[in-house]
């Protein structure tokens, strides 16, 4: 079984900064290929957004409202997504989810996201 473990989030003043980690692992110790590495968010109220999102080839999407703030990275080795959020704002108040899409054996690629980590922002 895959696993997604978040860590990172926490508290901050508007204009710090948090860096979000998400490390996938399968407990019998079985291969994993990850293919496509995302952070979506949810705030109070709100729908789950999709923030960022990084393939396996390095391809890079943001959404426009964290571009030019947040950094999506991978290490591919170690099955590990980071977020390096910086100037955070109010706004960005939310839970964040890992999310990816993972190949192992001999279940095939599937998404699965992790338990999500809680960034507040305060003015």
Known sequence: QVQLVESGGGSVQAGGSLRL???????????????????Y??????????VATITSGGR???VDSVKDRFTISAD???????????SLKPDDTA???CNANIWTAPTGSQYYWGQGTQVTVSS
Do not use: H
């Open 95 to 97: 839970v964040y989810y």
């Open 60 to 62: 890079i999407n943001y």
């Open 76 to 86: 591919n080795a170690k099955n590990t997504v980071y977020l390096q959020m910086n």
């Open 21 to 39: 980690s998400c490390a996938a692992s399968e407990a019998s110790g079985r291969r994993l290929v990850s293919n496509i590495m995302s952070w």
């Open 41 to 50: 968010r949810q705030a109070p109220w709100k729908e789950r957004e999709l």
